[in-house]
Nanobody, 121 residues
Framework: QVQLVESGGGLVQPGGSLRLSCAAS????????MSWVRQAPGKGLEWLST????????YYADSVKGRFTTSRENGKNTLYLQMNSLKSEDTAVYYC??????????????WGQGTQVTVSS
């Protein structure tokens, strides 16, 4: 059974950094594209980043480009999101998600329970 577990969230001051992790199991992690999405209080889901299966290609939303970096360590079935220069607007629950197709479909079939990130002074 596919399982995605996010971790690393917490309270951080504006301008600070945080690194999120997503532990994957139940599927061949190294064969699938992965994404990060978030949901801020009172708002809908926002796509943040996508990385291909090998990790050689990444995509970012304009709101986080230059500040966030996604990477993966296939040998450990783990996805990462390094967040720098955090702003109050980044406060949200962050989720990792799996793409259902091997070549990428820009959709998700599984996602984790999320980890809370709060940016406040």
């Amino acid at each position: 059974q596919v399982q995605l577990v996010e971790s690393g969230g917490g309270l951080v001051q504006p301008g600070g950094s945080l690194r999120l992790s997503c532990a994957a199991s139940g599927f061949t992690f190294s064969s699938y594209w992965m994404s990060w999405v978030r949901q801020a209080p009172g708002k809908g889901l926002e796509w943040l980043s996508t990385i291909n299966a090998s990790g050689g290609t990444t995509y970012y939303a304009d709101s986080v480009k230059g500040r966030f970096t996604t990477s993966r360590e296939n040998g450990k079935n783990t996805l990462y999101l390094q967040m720098n220069s955090l702003k109050s607007e980044d406060t949200a629950v962050y989720y990792c998600a799996k793409d259902p197709l091997l070549g990428g479909s820009w959709s998700y079939d599984y996602w984790g329970q999320g980890t809370q990130v709060t940016v406040s002074s």
